[in-house]
């Protein structure tokens, strides 16, 4: 995401790390706003997607900072981050506070940086969690890999006072040289009565003009037979190209199939599951372009366009929100 600078003042006295002005924090900013038409009905819908903002900073050499705010997410307002991280040494990170686990690669993409309207199936349905803990994270070198750990509470990010008898953990592995990006992770969560287990595999390549990607997400709940197992993919790939205009100068085609197979429901109290009932099979296709403007690192504006065909089994007929969908969005980063 773009940022810019409260102040560019630079004071003239100093602390013992540096310069005051070390310690002025950025702002960054995305606005999204769409419109959709739905194909399946007679059904048109506007939205504010998202209006978020985002301040960090470090004091000194040694902590990083960082508070996350969506202040009209279709109309609501979500606290999303809030955390502070202690660099000891070169490479090791210490984060204490709210944030995404580290598991998986498209779940970690934000607002500002998505390559469609709507995000695929695994990164908003089988592994998209925020939560409150602990996370420490080394890079090695010369190779370019970063090894994650935590551990977070396993309960909704909008209450932080319950005490928890149990503990969500996850585990991840990325790399990343000359645009190729390989991934694992592992994540073991129990939101309600069982605990569920992730593996998810991701890997891409990306270039300013070509790029394309996969990834897999399995999930098991335990103790229980075939019928908890759950499988979500994706693979998409963009093209782009400069323009030569007063305003716009990139133009680019996006192309995405994903999909998740049926997952089951749970709750508090075991006797109220419906296994493999309220998350009903699916796989889409999805088409766009996305027109730019891309003036500096800290400014840039795209005109996105998409149409959605979603595939079900059995002749199932969908409403306009599962349905088929043709998406106008605008976003401005910042």
């Known amino acids: 995401m773009a940022s810019c600078l409260i102040s560019s003042a630079e004071p003239a006295d100093s602390v013992s790390t540096g310069t005051r002005s070390e310690y002025i924090p950025h702002i960054h900013g995305v606005f999204r706003g769409r419109f959709e038409a739905s194909t399946v009905e007679s059904a048109y819908r506007f939205q504010v997607r998202n209006a978020r903002l985002k301040i960090d900073g470090s004091v000194g050499r040694y902590v990083d900072y960082l508070m996350q705010t969506d202040f009209c997410d279709r109309g609501k307002i979500k606290i999303l981050d809030a955390w502070a991280a202690l660099k000891p040494i070169e490479g090791l990170n210490f984060r204490l506070g709210q944030f995404r686990v580290p598991f998986g690669i498209e779940t970690f993409r934000g607002p500002s940086n998505y390559l469609f309207a709507n995000r695929a199936f695994l990164a908003k349905h089988a592994a998209n969690y925020r939560a409150v803990g602990f996370r420490a994270a080394y890079t090695l070198r010369p190779v370019p890999l970063t090894l994650e750990a935590g551990a977070f509470n396993p309960g909704t990010i909008d209450d932080h006072q319950p005490w928890r008898s149990t503990l969500t953990f996850a585990t991840k592995a990325t790399y990343r040289h000359s645009g190729i990006t390989a991934s694992v992770s592992y994540l073991s969560h129990k939101p309600q009565s069982r605990r569920i287990n992730y593996l998810d595999a991701a ?132």
């Open 203 to 334: 890997a891409g390549y990306k270039s300013d003009s070509w790029g394309v990607e996969g990834e897999y997400i399995y999930s098991h709940p335990v103790h229980m037979g075939s019928c908890g197992i759950s499988h979500a993919y994706l693979i998409q790939s963009y093209y782009a190209m400069t323009l030569r205009s007063d305003f716009f100068n990139r133009l680019s085609f996006e192309a995405r199939f994903d999909g998740r197979t049926g997952a089951p429901e749970f709750s508090a109290d075991p006797e109220e599951e419906q296994p493999c009932s309220y998350y009903r099979s699916r796989r889409r296709i999805t088409l766009g372009s996305t027109i730019s403007h891309l003036q500096t690192k800290y400014l840039d504006v795209h005109l996105r366009i998409n149409y959605e065909k979603y595939l079900y089994c059995n002749h199932y007929r969908p409403d306009a929100e599962q349905g088929d969908k043709a998406v106008l969005e605008l976003i401005v980063n910042f």
